[in-house]
């Protein structure tokens, strides 16, 4: 497969650069810009660029594949517009909590963002024995804030519609309905898993109970249109740090977006949140990671309520408000529950377990958690409550 788009390779970052604008009036030649290659994710190709006397810049292309896997895994470039989209929505309501945008070039699907190197990814400081810092409460005052912005609590009937159309993202939503919402739970050849889970794995694929409620969650997750969503809210999509002695974080990759539940978001940071207190667990001792579920929570439940006497349509009273943060609640709890085991028996694993000296029992433990969480969800009703199962085990 071939690409009828542009795709930049380091030595085309400069001269990219200047065709977009970003050095207009700096006086600096492309020989003094240093270009290097950071790509990480899954999906798509990073370049940073240093001028030697001015500003670095990131810029993101997607390739028509997913990279980690090439040609023979083609994927549509147009995951950059639903970023681009998703980050201009978060940019008039949570600004401080995503990357400056500087240009996004539709037509080579690439976007030029502030450098965030000097920050770290947060899954890399947690798997160091760090902290969250204050990552759970950028969370939950992103998760509200854009949630509340593009519902119909924020939006007018018809904006929203005219939101819902324009933010499809069928291939993306595509590839998170089969590898979190389908796959574990069946044979398929993308599954694999660490040898000592061998046997939940395969009393996973057989679990009746366990397959109905994914299935649950998997449909809501293509009917429940409630809000914008990042759509992969894990810790390598947060980066965290300081500058200036000032905390900062900063929410990125939100490729995947697209109008879904709510809880959607909330759930899979929870399952990363999980898998991270099981690694730290192992390792030191019981951590206090599953505080951070009680964090995230709360900062979301209080901005979502300090921005509900806003809403457009007061048809929805406030005994409703009370019914909707309780199913987001119940949502996102089986939505981590979806992210463990997939991230355990599916295609995409985590380093947080992957690079245990023996994975073997925080992995057995986060898998069996994340089957609790699916099934118990509407039985854990706050964040004590899944404290406590979580310390069961
Ligand atoms: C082929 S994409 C695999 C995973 O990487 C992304 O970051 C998403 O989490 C997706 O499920
Ligand atoms: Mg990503």
């Known amino acids: 497969m071939t690409a009828d788009y542009r795709i930049l390779e380091p030595g085309d ?25 950071v790509s990480d994710g899954n999906l798509n190709r990073v370049f940073i660029a240093t001028p030697r006397d001015g500003r670095s810049l990131a810029v993101k292309q997607a390739l028509p594949w997913v990279r980690v896997a090439g040609p023979s895994w083609p994927m549509s470039p147009t995951r950059a517009t639903a970023e681009a989209r998703a980050y201009r929505r978060v940019a008039a309501v949570a600004p401080e909590t995503i990357p400056v945008v500087h240009d996004y070039d539709a037509e080579n699907y690439a976007l ?33 804030r854009l949630a509340f912005a593009t519902s119909d609590f924020g939006m007018s009937s ?19 309905e089969d590898l979190i919402l389908a796959e574990p739970y069946v044979g398929h050849e993308h599954n694999h898993w660490h040898e000592s889970v061998a046997d939940l794995a395969a009393a996973y694929r057989d679990d009746r109970e366990l397959r109905t409620e994914i299935a649950d969650l998997r449909h ?5 249109a409630q809000s914008l969503v990042h759509g992969d809210l894990h810790t ?13 974080v900063r929410i ?64 929805f009273d406030d005994a409703y408000l009370d019914r909707f943060l309780t199913r987001v609640w119940t949502d996102a709890l089986g939505y981590a529950g979806a992210e ?12 947080d377990l992957d690079s245990l000296p023996d994975p073997g029992p925080a992995t057995r433990r986060a898998l069996l958690i994340g089957r609790e969480l699916v099934i118990h969800r509407a039985d854990l009703p706050d964040p004590r409550a899944v404290r406590k199962l979580i310390d069961q085990y």
């Open 13 to 37: 970052i400069p001269g990219y650069l200047r065709e977009r604008g970003m050095f207009d009036g700096n006086p600096f030649a492309d020989s003094d810009i240093e270009v290097h290659e």
């Open 112 to 144: 030029t963002m502030e450098n965030l190197s000097d920050l770290r990814v947060l899954r890399t400081v947690l798997n160091e024995g760090g902290g969250f810092g204050g990552a759970s409460t950028a969370v939950g005052i992103f998760v509200a």
């Open 158 to 176: 018809a904006e929203r519609k005219a939101l819902i159309a324009e933010s499809v993202n069928p291939e993306l939503c595509k590839i998170t």
């Open 220 to 224: 809501t997750f293509m009917a429940g």
């Open 236 to 248: 390598g999509s947060i980066m965290t740090g300081d500058r200036d002695g000032t905390e900062v």
């Open 252 to 315: 990125f990759d939100p490729e995947f977006s697209f109008v879904g539940p709510v809880g959607f978001d909330l759930g899979l940071y929870w399952g990363n949140v999980i898998v991270a207190e099981t690694r730290a667990r192992i390792l030191d001792g019981p951590a206090d990671h599953t505080h951070e579920i009680a964090r995230t929570w709360q900062a979301f439940e209080s901005e979502f309520r300090a921005l509900w006497p806003t809403r457009l349509d007061t048809f």
């Open 340 to 351: 463990i085991i997939r991230r355990i028996v599916g295609f995409a694993h985590l380093s």
